[in-house]
């Protein structure tokens, strides 16, 4: 999923001057998509509004067009509207729905346009973020969940509801995200720290398994993709421990910088910060396997044919997984063949941690490749996805993805 919400810049600088289309939808916490309005317009954005007509059950449109001080178009078919859905959709530099319905997503996510919030999200060119607000059995709904996949395949960002009473009196996942998150999202997406206060744990680069005194087993990873996410989450405000092993370039200036060599070693460190990070990404190609006895020497040609007993090594992530604290957020890599979308989701299972990161053994993608293409996935559910994009890139998908997660708003403040 690609979402952002815990923003904790200086409140206007992000926003002022900025365009923004709201889009709110029939259901109950519509009452906050008041105060939303009221804080964007506070940070120095223009707002205009649009109501599916279940909305305006909920609230008045003349609430909005007071807070936002615009007129709320409400008719597609009225004169004055008649182009006000491609006008408005051209005009916005966001779009953000909240609440957004189980019907709406629907629509949206089916390019539906049979109102004017419909086929203003339709017509958009610029990015739509969605804060859904329903039942929990209605978010958990197959059906919703697809449709939501959908939407985040097709760019759009989801920004996570809450977990906690609902208005229908049952206690689950649900509730729309505050509209102080909400705003925070949209700031961040022209440019904020939504990760400020958030504390990253990073894992780059390959492991040597000494074989003896100058001897090692290795792999081909270059360290590119660790780095890249280093980079990207520094850029994002995070406070960034990078434990990385042996790579082809320098590592970027993270707060914290641990250089390793082997498998053991990088357990250590990882296990080591574990305590401190809001987020472990496990992006290092630690190797599995590790000679059983390491030689004191150099092992010579004439000394004979050498055999070379293996063990496994220690199960990082796995490790980290089994010792995380409640809020910490658990990222693993996958390096697979082509459609390993299935092994990929049973490491997920197999290791226990939130996100598994595929991405594909390619000749332009995988270890080595100046570039990547990464397949984000939360529990069975597909949350970004990219075509072969640079390792920049692929690190900002990956982190766009993060960013929904609700434990992010707790760890930032
Ligand atoms: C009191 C009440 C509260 C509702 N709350 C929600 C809600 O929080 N989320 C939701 O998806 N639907 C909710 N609904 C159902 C929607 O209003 C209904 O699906 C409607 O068709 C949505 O239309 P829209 O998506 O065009 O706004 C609620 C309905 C009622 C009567």
Known sequence: MSSRGRSRTNAGAALAQRKILCIVTGGISAYKSAWLVRLL???????????????????????????????????????????????????????????ATADFIGRIAAGLA???????VCAARCPVLIAPAMNDGMWANPAVRRNIERLVADGRTIIDPGTGELACGTEGTGRMAEPEEIAGAVEASFGGRPLEGVRVLITAGRTEEDID??????????????????????????????????????????????????????RAAVMQALPRCDILVMAAAVADFTPSRTGRGKMRRSDGPVSLELSPTGDILAGACAKRRAGQIMVGFALEESGGEAAAKRKLRGKGCDYIVLNTIGPRTGFGAETNRVTVFRGTAKVAETAIVSKDEAAAAVFDALLGDSRLRKAGS
């Open 114 to 120: 049979d109102d004017l919030p419909a086929a203003a």
């Open 213 to 266: 005194r100058v001897r090692y087993i290795s792999n081909r990873s270059s360290g590119r993709m660790g780095f890249a996410l280093a980079r990207r989450a520094l850029e994002l405000g995070a406070r960034v421990t990078l434990v990385h092993g042996p790579a082809d370039l320098p590592a970027p200036a993270a707060d914290e910088v641990k250089r390793v060599g082997s498998a053991a070693e990088m």
């Open 41 to 99: 317009v506070r940070r120095g954005a223009s707002v205009r509004v649009l109501m599916t007509a279940a909305a305006q059950r909920f609230v008045a449109p003349l609430t909005f067009e007071v807070l936002s001080g615009n007129p709320v178009p409400l008719d597609m078919f009225a004169p004055r509207s008649w182009v006000e859905h491609v006008d408005l959709a051209q005009w916005a530099e966001r779009i953000v729905v909240a609440p």
